[in-house]
């Protein structure tokens, strides 16, 4: 069978980049849909990534009017909106420098003056890059269904650029439409707004902000972002970068036993990239070379190949990526919209980085079916420290073991895998592992459990239920109009209650296509 042949049969099973294992449980959690890499491969720079709400040093404040045929955008009955489909980058938080704040979801009502509009509702739409999605799709579930009457219409308030975690994106029109209404700056407080007639508050621009509420009536709201741009959402408001240093991705993990056999690249170029798998002991393995012009590379589509591995690479429970690139082999990532991005300090000790760059990297897990032994190599023997936020550990260990051999054993008649590990060793081992590694999303000494508390994998750690908006469950409060803004999700940070080495993101390099 062909390589492209391989990869097609393969795609067939995959999810969120992953191949399904035992008893129906992926055997990845984080890594890019192949939906997405499909789309940045087709879109690379992302024509809409320059069109963002934000304006450098002011806030703003926009109401939806008409679409691009001059028709009237308001609810045209009563019925309860659940979520919204919204077309956004989002960014790491930083305090430091006052990035910390996010737009709102608003709605406004109509009065008895028909020019007059009031605001009833604004949403804050708190998304972190703990809530990354894989497919790049944001559909963010309010926090309580709202319910909305005849001649509502619908606005977003969009904080400053530079202080915005979260930023809206739009799309010109080509008519001279007026469209969407920008508050004027002296009235972007006020609650009543004249939106027509004579005096208006607002001044208006051709333009589609990339947002659509969902209603439990779907012919009560009509759309007015065109389906191929809602469809092609997750690429088209994402730049692609090339990155030459190495990061590490807690957040992109294994969760099975088993043997990588494909990995699927965005490549735009002859680009030799290491990928490497980080274990919870700390050792790391060299997964691949990737080298676009080698035998076992397929293109797919133009920039985009297919790697098949012909050596073992075993993975476990709890490995976790890294990328190894540099000025000449580079890797290349989405901007934005990713998870957060680490890489090793000068003692090995991992540091939060002020990025949340995507890789552009998905890979083809085989679980194991049969008994087998296999070795996990070390390219690490030194001493490990390692610094992290949202916790209080710090743990400084040594590792002396060269390689660990492992013996797995499948029982077949049940379905299930167990694991027998024996490693030789004289020294102690590392007591930093994934069940108290606070990265892995559990905090606490000895804890016996490595189940993620990234909300992006529907776990959180304080209730065992996704708190991840923009998968579509929430918790909390509507901010009434009268009311101070309500803090309604609370998602895990990086950069919590703990004093953290933070560095400003390396130079990238701009595509060169």
């Not at 989002?90 to 709605?107: A, H, M, Q, S």
């Not at 054993?409 to 020294?427: G, H, K």
Request: net charge negative; proline share 5%; with cysteine.
């Amino acid at each position: 069978m062909s390589s492209y042949l391989l990869l097609v049969t393969l795609l067939c099973f995959m999810s969120n980049g992953i191949l399904l294992g035992v008893n129906g449980k992926s055997c990845t959690e984080g890594f890019m849909d192949y939906s997405l890499l499909q789309g940045k491969a087709t879109d690379p720079s992302g024509m809409l990534r320059n069109n963002r709400l934000a304006e450098n040093t002011a806030a703003s404040r926009w109401i939806i009017v008409e679409d691009f045929m001059g028709t009237d955008i308001m609810f045209r009955c009563a019925t309860v909106v659940t979520e919204i489909l919204i077309g956004v980058d989002i960014r790491t938080v930083n305090d430091n420098v006052g990035r910390n704040l996010y737009p709102k979801f608003e709605v406004w009502a109509p009065t008895n003056d028909d020019h007059v509009y009031t605001r009833e509702m604004s949403i804050e739409i708190r998304l972190t890059p703990d809530n990354f999605t894989t497919n790049g799709q944001y559909r963010f579930t309010l926090p309580t269904p709202l319910s909305v009457s005849s001649g509502y219409r619908i606005g977003v308030y969009q904080p400053p650029d530079e202080r915005s975690v979260v930023r809206f994106h739009y799309m010109n029109l080509l008519t001279n439409i007026d469209e969407t209404g920008k508050i004027q700056p002296l009235k972007i407080n006020d609650t009543n707004i004249r939106i027509s007639g004579s005096s208006p508050d607002v001044d208006y621009e051709s333009w589609n902000i990339l947002i659509h509420p969902i209603a439990q009536d779907t012919s009560c709201f009509p759309q007015f972002v065109p389906d191929e741009t809602i469809n092609s959402l997750n690429y088209l408001i994402t730049d692609s970068y090339y990155v030459s240093d190495t990061r590490i991705f807690p957040d992109i993990r294994f969760t099975c036993h088993g043997i990588i056999t494909n990995w699927i690249v965005f490549a735009p170029a002859q680009v030799m990239p290491v990928i490497k798998i980080r274990h919870s002991n700390n050792l790391t393995t060299t997964a691949a070379t990737l080298n676009t012009s080698a035998s076992n590379a397929v293109m797919v589509t133009p920039l985009l190949y297919n790697f098949t591995m012909s050596n073992e690479i075993t993975v476990q429970p709890g490995d976790i990526l890294m990328i190894e690139s540099n000025a000449t082999n580079y890797m290349f990532y989405q901007q934005y919209n990713g998870p957060h991005n680490y890489r090793l300090g000068g003692n090995n000790e991992l540091i939060a980085l002020d990025t949340n760059d995507y890789p552009l990297i998905s890979v083809v897990v085989e679980p194991f079916t049969d008994t087998a032994t296999s070795t996990i190599n070390s390219t690490h023997v030194n001493t490990v420290t390692t610094v992290l936020p949202s916790s209080s550990i710090y743990s400084t260990a040594t590792v002396t073991m060269e390689s660990m051999e492992y013996s797995k054993t499948s029982l077949i008649s049940s379905n299930s895998l167990s694991l027998t590990i024996a490693p030789s060793m004289n020294t102690r081992q590392n007591t930093l592992t994934a069940s108290t590694n606070p990265v892995y999303g559990v905090t606490g000494e000895r804890c016996i459990t490595d189940v993620s508390a990234n909300p992006a994998y529907g776990v959180t750690g304080k209730s065992g239920i996704s708190a991840n908006p923009a998968y579509g469950t929430n918790s909390g409060g509507i901010e009434s109009i009268n009311e101070e803004s309500l803090v309604y999700d609370e998602p895990r940070t990086m950069y919590h209650e703990q004093e953290v080495i933070m560095m400003q993101n390396e130079a990238y390099g701009q595509i060169d296509l």
